[in-house]
């Protein structure tokens, strides 16, 4: 009869203090890898708000001379600056409005040598040498011109916001002849919208200043 021997209980195998576990390794290679990520943004930093600071400083710009409202400006402005911001933020001329800045409405007209044109979509560096006339310029000291006094005399405005591009669009209007009929006056004032519908009014202002109502 054989000697039964005693079952030895086997007990786990003791890890050394000095070997770290997967859950220590994970953990402490991702707080080591995340300190040296932000280590770098924070040592590059500098660098690249020094990079980010050269290009917003130098933006390209020109040198412009034209003649506005009768008196000759030169300005260096960004390459990228409409003539209405030209006008507005530059020269303090804010009588052209800025309404919807993407040519559609007219707010923003005025004469360049003399044409028409959306100063919201004209590059100021593009007009060296021009002769620009703004709302500013059209009244002759005290006196207003011709349209300016219609606009009054047939109340052809409510909130005014459209008013000083309505005016030098009928100014272009008249000047480039298109004011035979009342349908010839409307198509080519179609351009400057009226959100307060004055269109009946303008459209008398301006027959009255080209000499076709008293």
Known sequence: MSAEHPVQAQTPPVESPSAPTRRTFIATTTAVGGAAVVG???????ALAAEEADAVEAPPGSRVALTVNGVRRTVTVDNRTSL????????????????????????????????RVNSCLTLAVRLEGAEVTTIEGLAKGDRLHPLQQAFIDQDAFQCGFCTPGQIV??????????TDSPEEIR???SGNLCRCGCYVKIERAVEQAAGRKG
């Open 84 to 115: 209405l911001d030209l006008l507005r933020e530059h020269l303090d001329l804010t009588g052209s409005k800025k309404g919807c800045n993407a040519g559609a409405c007219g707010a923003c007209t005025v004469l360049v040598d003399g044409r």
């Open 187 to 189: 198509e080519w004032m």
């Open 169 to 178: 669009s009928g100014v272009g209007c008249i000047q480039e002849g298109h």
């Open 40 to 46: 770098d943004l924070v040592a590059g930093s500098p």
